[in-house]
Each structure stands twice: as C-alpha cells, then as structure tokens.
C-alpha cells in the first residue's frame, strides 16, 4: 500500500486520506509528491494518477485518486475498523458533508488556505464574501452537531477530521466561530491521528489548499 501525498504535507485531501489509512491500522508507504516542482505532471506520475492529483492511494496494483473515493475503497476493502457510520442515512450524510465540503466555501478555502492551518501564517480579516461563507459554514455545522455536540454521529468518523479541518481554517487564523463549534475543532484536533500529519515538519513553502 503507498500513498502519494504532496511533500509539503499542506494538502487537506491528503490529511484525509492519511487519516483513514491510520485510523484503519492499515501498513502502508507515504509517496512525496512535490507539486512546486511539477512532479504531479511528470509523465511517471501520469501512470499512477489519470487525474493527475494528490492523494493517490496505490493498493496491489489498483491506483486511485479523490480522497472521499479513497476514504471509502478503504472502508470496503477493509471494512473491520469501520471510519464510517453504521447507520446507512448518517453514512450518506457523512458523504454528503465531504462532497460539500470539497466543492463549496471557496472564499474560506482562498482567503484561509492550509498554510494558516499548519504553518500558521499570518493573514488580512476576512472578505464579506467569506464571511458569509463561514457563516454558512457555522449554519451547517450547528445543524449536524446538535444532538451529539463532540462528534457527527455519537462516534467518530473520517467526516469528523474533514469538518473539523474547514472549522479550524478559521479558528487559528484568530476569525470568530462560535464557541461550541471552535470546541468541536480544538478536540477533533487531538486525535492521534490527526496530530500525526499536524506536527509533521513542513518546509516553509506556498501551496493553494
């Protein structure tokens, strides 16, 4: 099992992938990609990746790129430490929060990027574009919350690690989150596997998350 992971560990697509490989045990290689240079566009890397992205989970052969689409081969494959609900409806909504959380607050994920996640860089307040963005963002992640306030489903999942993430965007850059919801990111924070790619040593280098 390898793992093709940017080299600046700075990728929240790859945290989540690392995570779920973790959080399952599974034994595998970290592959660094270093997409300053290119490498991600080097004919080589196009027979590992048709997309031409990181994560790339490469497993017996089988080559797969898309964290949420390797999130869950990991589950089925190895389905014994599940990172997914039981529950068919909240597994679906799990899924749910991830595809939204990819495909939408595009002005927090800009003006918020994964450098102020893991490196800490300093960075202006944000736009009323993003803004609303958060406040959207806020909106959603009170709704799913409510009933077990720690986690989305009463136990962890891998959607846990991706809210949290998106949160804590926002959260160290010193913006205002609701208190509850700024708990939920701090301690979904603490994971093991989680402070495992967080205190990776990371070059100083830019990269857009």
């Known amino acids: 099992m390898k ?9 929240p697509y790859a945290m989540s992938a690392f995570v779920a490989l973790r959080e399952k045990a ?3 290689e970290s592959a660094l990609v270093d997409l300053q240079r290119g490498e991600h566009l080097a ?12 994560p790339t989970l490469s497993h017996d052969g089988f080559n797969l790129s898309e964290s949420s689409a390797i999130c869950e081969y990991l589950e089925e494959a190895f389905p014994a430490t599940p990172i997914y609900p039981a ?3 909240d597994r679906a909504r799990a899924r749910e929060i991830q595809a939204w959380l990819r495909s939408d607050l595009m002005p927090i994920r800009s003006e918020r990027t994964t450098e102020v996640v893991f490196l800490r860089t300093p960075v202006p307040p944000l736009s009323d574009e993003a803004r ?16 077990h306030g720690s986690t989305l489903f009463g136990t962890w999942c891998i959607a846990d690690t991706d809210l949290a993430l998106m949160l804590n965007r926002l959260v160290l850059a010193g913006d205002p989150v609701p208190e509850h919801l700024a708990r939920y990111a701090t301690e979904q924070w603490q994971r093991a596997s989680v402070q495992e790619w967080v205190n990776t040593t990371r ?3 830019r990269t857009t998350g």
């Not at 609303?132 to 919350?145: Q, S, V």
């Open 3 to 11: 793992l093709f992971i940017d080299s600046n560990h700075l990728s």
């Open 26 to 28: 599974i034994p595998f």
């Open 43 to 54: 004919a080589g890397y196009a027979g590992v990746s048709s997309t031409l992205r990181v």
């Open 87 to 89: 529950n068919v409806q």
């Open 132 to 147: 609303a963005a958060a406040e959207r963002l806020f909106k959603a992640a009170d709704g799913w919350l409510r009933q």
């Open 203 to 205: 070059p100083a280098a």
